[in-house]
DNA sequence: CGCGACGTTGACCTACCTCAATTGGCGTGG
DNA sequence: CCACGCCAATTGAGGTAGGTCAACGTCGCG
């Protein structure tokens, strides 16, 4: 498994080794839709996933519910417990799902001795926050179908970073009312779209599982670009986190986006082509 | 000025001396639209603005583009420099704009001299990430005019909190393109929805001045709860914060929202006529 | 074998978009 | 001081993406 290898490029063995025994020792499981984090709650526990999916989430009083975003298996559900805030959002289970609650005391402790287990958690919330992002940019500005796609397709590229695609297949547990919570649209239309995308041969979802013969099909119809996700960034995780701790800086490597200047028209607005100079 | 009395109380006046001329040092001119940071770019400074709006945003390749995020007077850019990676988003001057321009060994020396400071940093960081939630929440959810009622009321508030509203009023500069780009909607259809609440004594925008007459009635049509602001919690920020940095931990006071369950499986529960209308 | 959750489909409706023209404010140059 | 020109705001008419409602199919499971 790659994602394997790569955690022990990335963590010394005793480092390993000790994180995976806490995870082991403190698993906990909860029954599909069952709150792990409330809102407004003080947070206890740090939440692991470890198998099956989580989901943020916020509410509106009437009912209407926004997913914020799933947090797949191996991923940390709430390391914003150090905040001592109250969480501003709420996570529940997706379908059945294994987590370890590693409460704050022993995550201190963690972090203590694992210094660069406190690395990659950090780069995990960086980059979770770069989804973040782009999931406001696809429910302002894509349309149903390439919304449904992106989706897919985030999920489909994050597993895949994780090693956990094999043969264009991967676990897809949320249901297609799930789904339309996450993309700010209706069980229906979600239905429609995934009906279109099938004929299109671009996805099958079947059994849990999501099939993607052709992903840089699907990605051309979700104007999916994955660099947001920060895949193979992890190799560089060494050097880049120590700039958070340490001092200097080598910078990742990666070549710049395009910064297309737009067509026409009232809405798709060309905004002006802006130089980012001063004065 | 309440605001900075209370920045008095959280920073030694030591630290806040350095912080300001720091900041008076670099300061920096940007034209309307112009970009502080374009996306894909390494940061090379830490922006923060002093005068004017800055705006976070990012685009589609057929030029659609969406606002994350309105930075206000005060607030600063990206913290994110010191990640190292490149940015994620891009940000503009909303219209004439003032920033101080701090490069990274500045930053890092200051950082280290005024701790203070690096936790009030840091809260904003965290209230910023909040912000992002609640900011997807209505995109997904809320219906044209809730969104911009609600974007209005967040505004709002932030100024209020920062001392900068004065006889119901405060700094709105942006155009209705501008809105339009950061709630999802088109400018006709913001145009709209502003005459809506104008009629109903909701708003009224002029002059690059913003005039909420009423903000609870206003605060109601956008089903907009102030907590995620986590306003007044900069008063608790010194007790907070250590616990971020040092050990213990008193956790802020504040009464817990409502956990509404989950209610029937399709989407729009008739939300609650929001008569923004005559009345 | 019957219930309950999920997926699917059709008919219809409306919130929001598109296109297009007009108005008003304001800075600029004559 | 006025006329021009530009940009933002405004308004109307008509179109469509996506929502709503309601029924039916299907699968898993006790």
Redesign the pocket.
């Known amino acids: 498994m790659p994602f394997t290898e790569l955690l022990n490029t990335l963590m010394p063995p005793a480092e390993r080794m000790r994180w995976e025994a806490c995870l082991a020792r403190h698993a906990q499981d909860y029954a599909?839709?069952s709150d792990l984090v409330r809102e407004g709650a003080v947070p206890e526990k740090m939440h692991i996933v470890l198998a099956g999916w989580a989901q943020r989430y916020k509410q509106l009083e009437d009912g209407r519910r926004q997913i914020l975003g799933f947090v797949l298996p191996g991923e940390v559900c709430n390391l914003d417990l150090f905040t001592l805030m109250r969480a501003d959002h709420s996570i529940a289970a997706v379908?059945t799902l294994t987590v370890a609650e590693i409460d704050r005391d022993e995550v201190e402790r963690l972090l203590l001795d694992c210094p660069h287990l406190a690395r990659i958690l950090c780069l995990g919330e960086i980059i979770a926050k770069s989804r973040q992002h782009e999931w406001i940019l696809s429910l302002g500005q894509?349309?149903?179908?390439?919304?449904v796609a992106h989706l897919l397709c985030e999920i489909f590229e994050r597993e895949r970073l994780r090693g956990r695609v094999r043969g264009q297949r991967c676990d897809f547990p949320?249901?297609?009312?799930?789904?339309?919570e996450a993309v700010?649209?209706?069980?229906?239309?979600?239905?429609?779209?995934?009906?279109e995308l099938?004929r299109g041969q671009r996805v099958e979802?079947a059994?849990r599982r999501l099939f993607v013969p052709d992903f840089d099909a699907l990605a051309q119809v979700a104007t999916f670009d994955a660099r947001y996700l920060h895949g193979g960034e992890a190799e560089q995780l060494p050097a880049r986190a120590s700039a958070l701790f340490d001092k200097d800086a080598p910078a990742g490597v990666r070549p710049p986006p395009l910064g297309a200047p737009p067509s026409s028209?009232?809405?798709?607005r060309p905004h002006p082509p802006s130089q980012a100079q001063a004065r």
Chains 1, 2 share one sequence.
């Open positions: 599909r839709n379908r894509r349309v149903a179908i390439e919304r949320p249901t297609q009312a799930q789904i339309a700010g649209l209706t069980p229906v239309h979600v239905n429609r779209m995934l009906h099938r979802i059994n028209s009232y809405r798709r």
